[in-house]
């Protein structure tokens, strides 16, 4: 079966001696190592959950802040619209109040002219009776010529109205 002879145990004995050896120099070492890469790995994907959990937190508060920008901006645009649409308004209430003065100062400009041409005619009208009143006075009258004194007098005025 098995020989047993000086070297298998020399071998045996170089194999365990080699073994005890790795296990006090190089066993311990490495399990350290490794121990310390399995802490580091581990120490890594504790940073690296927190990073995400940072970055996602980060990325909701931008979300926020670009929410806020926006309805920020749409407030100050209707805020501005309502402001041109006040400033129109007034603006267009400030002339009319405008016409409206200009029509009052030119209605009351054409009475006037009115009025001075209506005293204009009364004072004509005044002095055509005084002048005719003079002539029937002055004339005997008969109703020939009382009829064309009208018809003269009449004449003049519509000669003189149709000027107005």
């Given at each position: ?49 927190q ?14 802040q ?51 041409a209506m ?25 020939a ?14 000669g ?5």
């Amino acid at each position: 079966m098995v020989d047993l002879n000086g070297t298998v145990i020399a071998q045996f004995l170089n194999f365990f001696i080699l073994v005890a050896i790795l296990a006090k120099f190089a066993y311990k070492p490495i399990c350290g190592v490794m121990e310390e890469r399995k802490n580091r790995i581990a120490n890594d994907l504790e940073t690296a959950e927190q990073a995400r959990t940072d970055a996602e937190a980060m990325k909701a508060e931008y979300t926020a802040q670009i929410a806020n920008a926006r309805q920020e901006a749409q407030a100050i645009i209707e805020k501005a619209v309502k402001e041109a649409e006040a400033t129109t308004k007034a603006q267009v209430l400030e002339v009319r109040e405008q016409i409206a003065n200009e029509k009052e100062k030119a209605r009351q400009e054409i009475e006037r002219e009115r009025d001075r041409a209506m005293n204009s005619l009364r004072n004509e009208v005044i002095s055509l009776s005084v002048a005719m009143a003079g002539k029937v006075v002055a004339k005997d009258m008969d109703s020939a010529t009382n009829t064309k004194l009208i018809e003269e007098a009449i004449a003049k005025l519509d000669g003189k109205t149709i000027g107005l």
